[in-house]
């Protein structure tokens, strides 16, 4: 296995992060998340993890880890929904490769009286390197939706088994099998019972094995969903320009197409508006092209679609040929054979504009592909990790697959 070295990824991620170059509304925009992952960036830097209690109200959340701390730090009361906003505690004890471990508390997600509970879901999906996600019975459908979600947020999790007084101990075999039979059977999630000696030993040990990973990796996910959101905010803001752009070239070929008597000139004026076309395009989605590059784009477009450039060759041949004939009878027919000429140059001047949009489109895709968005991506990043660990490879392996489906793109293409 490759070892994962915090210093080295730190590096890594801070010099990726140094070279996106911001705007000034891009800046503003993600001002929130631009602090949050600041904020990990600092965390792994400095060997922070943290560990994220969630689950419904009433299951027990702050005893956990107040058993962990082993002192009565978080708030805990008969009533359900004593913890109104998320806490932060540190957990003092020794580990070779981390400098320290804080516990983060959190509302039930369930809680009535709280306002945002999606805030509470991205406070601790984000900022928890490990998920205890606490349970005082047998899961229902909301916990396991929650529990689907974090796990399609690629987050590692160990499911707790709270209030262990309650049940007999044939009751509580029957409960951890049910458990198990409804979590995902290649995730291999671990379900540990809470009593304090064994819960607490469990963790220290998924700490000393796997804290650096989980940290590391956990800070490469948030630096790949910051990205993501960038991209796709950037795409946006490219798409309404570029559709402006197509727009534009679309009016100036069917002008030029609508009025020019000679076929020659259509075609050599059309090809000359192609390429000026998707010259813009690629400044547009920053890819600074040669007229090399940009002759083997057009041409790649133009093999996929020879039939659309047959098409409109042969339209626009027959065409011109009506319009000459039209021009030459005009004198002999006192100029009424120029009646049908407005709408012949209206049909060339619609197909021109048709067939621009479709060039267009084209070469922003092939455009958009053959363009980078930085140096190096995140998502490069985690896919270059080894891990022997099915453990951690698998949770993780979901992240990539569900990001790889979530986020082609197209969509902000015009």
Not at 395 to 406: E, Q, V
Request: hydrophobic letters at 45%; a positive charge.
């Amino acid at each position: 296995m490759e070892k994962l070295k915090i210093n080295k990824n730190y590096l890594l991620l801070k010099n990726w992060w140094e070279n996106i170059e911001l705007t000034n509304y891009e800046k503003s925009f993600f001002n929130r998340e631009i602090i949050s992952f600041n904020q990990q960036l600092f965390r792994l830097k400095e060997k922070k993890i943290r560990i994220g209690a969630y689950g419904k109200s009433g299951v027990g959340k702050s005893s956990v880890l107040n058993s962990l701390l082993k002192k009565d730090i978080f708030k805990t009361n008969v009533i359900n929904g004593t913890t109104r906003k998320i806490k932060a505690e540190a957990w003092n004890f020794q580990d070779q490769k981390l400098n320290s471990v804080e516990l983060l508390d959190s509302p039930g997600f369930d809680f009535c009286n709280i306002q945002f509970p999606d805030k509470v879901y991205s406070c601790i999906e984000e900022h928890s390197d490990l998920i205890l996600f606490i349970v005082s019975g047998d899961l229902n459908r909301n916990e396991l939706k929650e529990i689907s979600s974090l796990i399609k947020d690629g987050k590692k999790i160990i499911v707790i088994l709270n209030k262990i007084d309650l049940f007999n101990k044939n009751e509580l075999k029957e409960i951890i099998e049910n458990i198990k039979f409804k979590l995902p059977k290649d995730l291999n999630i671990p379900i540990i019972i809470n009593n304090e000696n064994n819960l607490n030993n469990y963790i220290k040990k998924i700490i000393n094995q796997h804290g650096e990973i989980l940290l590391t990796l956990n800070t490469l996910q948030f630096a790949d969903k910051l990205f993501l959101q960038i991209k796709e905010q950037r795409l946006k803001r490219r798409q309404k320009l570029a559709q402006s752009t197509i727009g534009k070239f679309s009016t100036i070929k069917a002008s030029a197409v609508a009025l020019n008597p000679f076929i020659f000139f259509d075609i050599a004026g059309s090809i000359a508006i192609d390429t000026a076309l998707i010259s813009e395009l690629s400044k547009i989605y920053g890819l600074n092209l040669q007229n090399e590059s940009t002759k083997k784009i057009f041409k790649n477009i133009s093999i996929n679609n020879l039939f659309l450039g047959f098409t409109q060759v042969g339209i626009n041949t027959s065409f011109n040929l009506i319009r000459k004939i039209i021009l030459l009878t005009a004198p002999f027919t006192n100029g009424l054979s120029l009646l049908p000429y407005g709408p012949i140059a209206i049909i060339q001047a619609a197909i021109a504009i048709h067939s621009t949009k479709i060039l267009g489109k084209l070469a922003a895709r092939e455009i958009f592909i053959k363009s980078k968005f930085s140096f190096i991506e995140p998502f490069i990043m985690i896919q270059n990790l080894i891990f022997n660990e099915p453990e951690i490879f698998n949770h993780i392996n979901i992240y990539l697959s569900n990001r790889n489906l979530n986020n082609n793109f197209v969509s902000f293409l015009p």
